[in-house]
């Protein structure tokens, strides 16, 4: 009998190993809400860490390059119009990441503004999502993240 046959896939052992984590840089009390409840719908199986500004996401990020043992998020969505520090401010912080930088980044705006998407995209941005008003169309970051996180060979 193969030792290995019963054993978990290498994506199912990591994932019970290390849970997936997302960083949400969002200020808006509702709209962090309205991302937790799509990532939820779409079934989106990780831990979600909230920030509510800019300086807080950089920190966050900042003290997981420094540590061995903090992962780093594999998705952070992120909106541009952050107080504190920008979104621009914290994408560029993150390809400049010395641990992070590989992280896939979704942008989570009402900015539909084309100048907006082409700095996002020079920057490194994986991804642009304009904030719907309503609710149903909203529930599709669900299904945007989970392709994402698939396309990076993630397993949910």
Known sequence: MDPLS???SRAETKT???PLHILVA??????????REALECAGVK????????GMAAIGF??????????????????DINLPKKSGDEVL???RQSSKCR?????IVSTSGSIDDRKKMDELGCNGYFIKPSEYLDFMKLGSVVNEMLASAAFRL
């Open 102 to 106: 590989q992280m896939l980044v979704l």
């Open 6 to 8: 019963d054993s978990a």
């Open 46 to 53: 990780a831990d979600i860490h909230v920030v509510s500004d």
């Open 61 to 78: 990020l900042d003290s997981a390059d420094g540590s061995d043992i903090s992962p780093c998020p594999c998705l952070l969505i992120l």
């Open 26 to 35: 969002e200020d808006n009390a509702a709209d962090v809400f309205l991302i």
């Open 92 to 94: 560029l912080f993150v």
């Open 16 to 18: 019970a190993r290390s």
